[in-house]
């Protein structure tokens, strides 16, 4: 669907687009909820451009014959969930998120991922530790005073954090790893400092909504819809070398498979 620049209050009353993000006064939800899923969905779609311009709040209101707080209410959080940007008396415009369509399939690391993505790839270090921790112990097969090396970093696309992940390493099978300066690809380092041939990984996905430890990193006004993988990788030996929990953003990424017939 081809869409106007702007959706000023001066267009059609019978705007299509304008009519498509009306609530509809026969639905339970609240009418700033629906105005808010409706406005994100077309944000994200693309009907609404990155950048096009949106009626202010009181041409809005008039436009749907709701009231201005219902309105206000709606772009506080469309904000809050960066589908919106404020200028000032210059207006509301739209701010499509990112949309990222990695293969799944194939064990890669998060640098990895983002070259073949065409983006580049950063990293913020959370927190860093030598840690002991039953739950962990468990997932590795380990005994219970195990040490691992535990590392909880914010991952970003061209500066834009996508994903908060909260990382243990077996220092039992990589000692060396303790020394770590975190630069770097902790595969390469596995493999050229560790002598560690990885094999294969095993990957969950979940949906969640975000904590407040990923909301705040993700800059969301409130808990938002995001992918949580968990992953354990193998070296060639069997033995579990990595232990990943990474929580993606859910306006960021759309996975895709390739789905053979046999």
């Known amino acids: 669907m081809t869409v106007n620049k702007s959706l000023a209050p001066a267009s059609n009353p019978d705007d299509p687009l304008i009519g498509r993000i009306a609530p509809n006064r026969k639905v339970a939800a609240p009418s700033y909820q629906q105005l808010t899923n409706n406005l994100a969905a077309l944000i994200e779609s693309g009907e609404i451009a990155n950048g096009q311009s949106l009626p202010s709040e009181r041409a809005l209101a008039e436009k749907l014959n709701l009231s201005r707080v219902t309105v206000r209410r709606a772009y506080e959080e469309l904000r809050g969930k960066n589908y919106l940007v404020t200028h000032g008396r210059a207006g509301v415009t739209a701010k499509a998120p990112p949309r990222l369509t990695p293969q799944l399939g194939r064990l890669k690391g998060f640098t990895e991922e983002m070259r073949e993505l065409g983006m580049e790839a950063s990293t913020r270090l959370l927190e860093h530790g030598i840690v002991t921790d039953r739950t962990i112990s ?9 040490r691992f090396l535990r590392l909880v970093r914010l991952r970003l696309g061209d500066g834009i954090p ?101």
């Open 138 to 146: 468990s997932i590795f097969g380990r005994p219970s005073t195990a």
């Open 162 to 262: 996508l994903s908060r992940e909260v990382a243990w390493y077996d220092l039992s099978a990589a000692p060396e790893l303790a020394e770590w300066d975190i630069e770097g690809s902790v595969y390469r380092f596995l493999s050229e400092r560790c002598g560690i041939a990885l094999s294969h990984g095993e990957q969950m996905i979940e949906a969640v909504l975000s904590s407040e430890a990923e909301s705040a990193v993700f800059e969301f006004a409130a808990p938002s819809p995001c992918l949580l993988m968990k992953r354990k990788t193998f070296s060639q030996s069997g033995q579990i070398i990595e232990y990943v929990e990474g929580t993606f953003r859910g306006d960021a990424y759309a996975y895709r498979l390739t789905l053979n017939l046999q």
